[in-house]
């Protein structure tokens, strides 16, 4: 038994949808495109999952967050797949796949073959017993991935209503999912390894304002150690964690966060792997050049820090997917993949925007006991990364077009001075016939390093003014 397309997109998150939108705004034909995903509900924006979706009251369900609305673009539902003629195989895990023959096997047995392949199956949560600890299977011990996790976590959540809940891992979900227990009115522990939340992206003084803040929500933190085992019921329930320095946590549930692993399995000695992932190139093509790959699952040039990364974030699915659809529809004509890293972040009433790399010497801005703050990381004496919390939509800009920019710093004191004025003056007085727009992104990059030099008096007073202008406003989200 056995179907044939021409594109097939196998996976069915974030990416997926991106790439399914492209395909349509690039021509595709009816009966061309498949999308394979073992998840049994068309692709939806998954960072929902840790935040709308775990609110107590009117909480975010499917329909509503199928892709793409988290870009403001239409929202993709079973209907419009079919109105496109695109083929769903939904609920259908692919077990295993050759690139030669050009073919996936589905555990149902099917085999579907394709003339090109776009890879997107993101990444699997990392389980407890791949460090040593047994638990998992515990119907309190939640994870937090896809669909099913989310109702799982739900349900356990509404169970231990003014319960006790132990978090493992200070990273992104640690910290989203702790924010929404406390909002279930769960009293959270927060169990992590590290010095600081959110280590591999914060500096500690970032990390020290966020730990403030969720002190002040009542979260309670217990770093620099690790849990060691589980104390069950007669039910096989946790009811309590253990941890290396000794401790124990009574715990009525608890939420494991503690990393994620790319799935690159079915293609392991088939196609080149970089940094955990699928090493493609500027087209997001692999080593094989029928396959693509895009999202959480692909290893691509980022051209700003000329090295290959691999990125577990939203915004680089999304725009990762849809160059390679351009590329694949208009080959010849579409330009290399030329992303600007950007991560971001929503908890309780905050709401935070990374831009770029955090290597380097770092800034940091704003009045940290205050609503709004931020810093810059400054690498060869060039601004490559930036940070904003409690910022506007137009301020975000600012730090996402002054980081892609990667202006001269000559003074770190003078930056810090600025703060957030510098970005609002980089921004606003880009010196036009020096300005290319290469990556199709909307975002003016490479200015030559004189032109700095030669606007710094500019920068300096207009910077003055919007350091007034941002310090009166208020904010605002949107
Ligand atoms: C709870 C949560 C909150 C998040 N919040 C944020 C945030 O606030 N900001 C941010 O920048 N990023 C966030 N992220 C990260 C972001 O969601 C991911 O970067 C993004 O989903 C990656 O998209 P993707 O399409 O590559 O992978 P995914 O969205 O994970 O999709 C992969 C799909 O492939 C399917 N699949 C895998 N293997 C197979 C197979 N063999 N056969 C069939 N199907 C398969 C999976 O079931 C899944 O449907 C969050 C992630 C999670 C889990």
Redesign the pocket.
């Known amino acids: 038994m056995g179907r044939a397309f021409v594109y097939v997109i196998?996976?069915?998150?974030?990416?997926?949808?991106y790439a399914a939108l492209e395909f349509t705004k690039r021509g595709v034909s009816p009966g061309e495109l498949c999308i394979?995903?073992?998840?049994p509900v068309p692709?939806y924006?998954?960072?929902?999952?840790?935040?709308g979706y775990l609110l107590p009251e009117a909480p975010a369900r499917l329909p509503s967050f199928h892709t793409c609305v988290g870009a403001n673009e239409e929202r993709l539902t079973p209907k419009w797949y079919k109105e496109h003629g695109i083929e769903l195989v939904l609920g259908?895990?692919?077990?295993s796949a050759d690139v030669r023959r050009k073919t996936l096997l589905?555990a149902a047995g099917e085999t579907i073959s394709y003339k090109i392949l776009i890879i997107?199956?993101?990444?699997?949560?990392l389980k407890l017993e791949e460090f040593g600890v047994n638990g998992s299977y515990a119907e309190n011990v939640c994870y937090?991935?896809?669909l099913a996790d989310?109702n799982r976590l739900v349900n356990v959540m509404q169970s231990c209503g003014g319960g006790n809940a132990v978090v493992i891992g200070g990273g992104?979900?640690g910290m989203?999912c702790a924010a929404s227990l406390v909002i279930n009115k769960i009293n959270v522990t927060m169990v992590f390894p590290e010095a600081h939340c959110m280590a591999r992206l914060f500096t500690p003084k970032i990390s020290s304002y966020y730990e403030e803040y969720y002190k002040s929500k009542g979260v309670k933190f217990i770093k620099g150690t690790v849990l060691s085992s589980f104390d069950n019921d007669s039910n096989v329930k946790v009811t309590a964690v253990n941890l290396r320095d000794g401790s124990r946590l009574p715990a009525d549930m608890v939420v494991v966060g503690i990393g994620?692993r790319p799935?690159t399995s079915?293609f392991e000695g088939q196609l080149t792997l970089e940094k955990g992932g699928i090493k493609v190139n500027g087209h997001l093509q692999s080593s094989n050049s029928s396959v693509y790959a895009?999202?959480?699952?692909?290893a691509f040039p980022v051209k700003l820090f000329g090295e290959t990364r691999r990125?577990?974030?939203?915004?680089?699915?999304r725009k990762s997917?849809r160059h390679a659809v351009a590329s694949i529809m208009e080959a010849g004509k579409i330009g290399e993949f030329d992303y600007l890293p950007?991560?971001?972040?929503?908890v309780f009433t905050s709401s935070w925007q990374f831009y770029g790399d955090n290597s380097g010497e770092v800034v940091h801005f704003g009045d940290y006991s205050g609503s709004t703050v931020g810093a810059y990381w400054v690498s060869n004496g060039h601004l490559v990364g930036s940070f904003l919390e409690g910022g506007t939509k137009e301020e975000y800009e600012a730090m996402a077009k002054a980081t892609r920019v990667k202006p001269v710093i000559e003074d770190l004191s003078e930056l810090e001075r600025q703060g957030l004025g510098f970005a609002l003056a980089v921004s606003e007085k880009p010196p036009p016939s020096q300005a290319s727009d290469v990556s199709g992104s909307g975002l003016v990059v490479e200015i030559p390093l004189y032109a700095w030099h030669a606007t710094a008096g500019v920068v300096v007073a207009a910077s003055i003014a919007a350091f007034a202008y941002w310090y009166g406003r208020r904010r605002r989200r949107w």
């Open positions: 196998l996976g069915g998150g974030v990416a997926a949808g394979i995903s073992e998840e692709p924006e998954r960072p929902a999952l840790s935040k259908s895990q692919v077990k589905t997107a199956t993101g990444a699997r949560a937090l991935r896809d989310a992104y979900i989203e994620i799935n079915l895009v999202g959480d699952v692909a990125l577990e974030h939203v915004d680089s699915a997917a950007f991560f971001y972040s929503r």
